[in-house]
């Protein structure tokens, strides 16, 4: 089992940056790719960026790619994503997940422990 706690959403104005932390506990990250998803109000859950186990290979959804970077310190259990440029589409609930898939997924159907989530809201 992995417990999962999500930390650094808050209010930004648009252009401002955010840094959100995804720490597990209980099992640690070791052999596993970690994920973030977003999901707004209305709207599908969608894919964002993974980070691969254990090349910690990247990957972005086109939507953040340049703004955003997805990183880890396996010594402290935590996956960091980096928010630069924000804009108000970008204002959603941010969860990070876990998945077997070594090299990582897209796909939320892949991931097996999620957190509860965290609150990104941009204002323009």
């Known amino acids: 089992q992995v417990q999962l706690v999500e930390s650094g959403g808050g209010l930004v104005q648009a252009g401002g940056s955010l840094r959100l932390s995804c720490t597990a506990s209980?099992?640690?990250?070791?052999?596993?790719?970690v994920g973030w998803f977003r999901q707004a109000p209305g709207k599908e859950r969608e894919f964002v960026a993974v980070i691969s186990w254990p090349a910690s290979s990247t990957f972005y959804a086109n939507s953040v790619k340049g703004r955003f970077t997805i990183s880890r310190d396996n010594a402290k259990n935590t996956v960091f994503l980096q928010m630069n440029s924000l804009k108000p589409g970008d204002t959603a609930l941010y969860y990070c997940a876990t998945t077997t898939y070594g090299s990582g997924s897209s796909l939320a159907k892949d991931y097996d422990f999620w957190g509860e989530g965290t609150q990104v809201t941009v204002s323009s």
């Open positions: 209980g099992r640690t990250f070791s052999s596993r790719a």
